[in-house]
């Protein structure tokens, strides 16, 4: 076994780690301790602003608006037309909301809300549901343009497509 030696003359004193008493100040608990320690001068304090809190995210400046009240983030919806188009369409083929939903592979939700009025026209969707319910259906924000024959362009200056005719 081998043999281990005890140095001499370590120092074993106790050492505290934690929290000792000496030179601890003690801090008031209760708001009377608190004031008779600002009273006395022991204790200083400085008024933050704007400490505490979030106001900056919930406070508006002067020249802003609210978003309810602008008129460029206004989100068009279905129009009545399209609406009523797409639940005439669909009764005539004597489909449910549901069936409908499941050919064109949307929600019936979405469905739902193409009928009441309240989805934002997706053209995709629009795409689909024409080809299932086999009707043409009204477009929203199309109108519908003046078709001008290839003489009535040319007399208002426009040029005519396809370029001079042909020679034989």
């Known amino acids: 076994m081998p043999n281990t030696t005890i140095q001499t003359g370590q120092d074993w ?3 505290n780690v934690g929290r000792s008493s000496a030179g601890r100040v003690a801090v008031p608990k209760s708001a009377h301790g608190v004031t ?9 304090t400085e008024k933050k602003h704007g400490a505490g809190g979030n ?11 609210k978003i309810e009240e602008s008129d460029e983030l206004k989100i068009n919806k279905v129009d ?14 004597k489909m449910t909301q549901k069936d409908l939903a499941t ?14 009025g309240k989805a934002v026209p997706n053209g995709q969707i ?24 290839a ?3 040319a007399k208002k ?12």
């Open 80 to 93: 009545k037309s399209l609406s009523k188009a797409i639940q005439q369409a669909r009764m005539a083929k």
């Open 55 to 65: 106001r900056s995210a919930h406070t508006a400046s002067i020249n802003s608006k």
């Open 126 to 149: 629009i795409v689909k549901m024409e080809r299932v319910l086999g009707v043409k259906l009204p477009r929203p924000g199309k109108k519908p343009a003046k078709k001008l024959s």
């Open 157 to 168: 200056g426009g040029v005519v497509r396809g370029g001079p005719p042909k020679r034989r």
């Open 103 to 116: 050919k064109i592979n949307e929600k019936p939700q979405v469905v739902g809300e193409y009928e009441s």
């Open 36 to 44: 008779r320690a600002k009273a006395m001068g022991l204790v200083a």
């Open 151 to 153: 003489a009535e362009g």
């Open 13 to 15: 004193g106790s050492v």
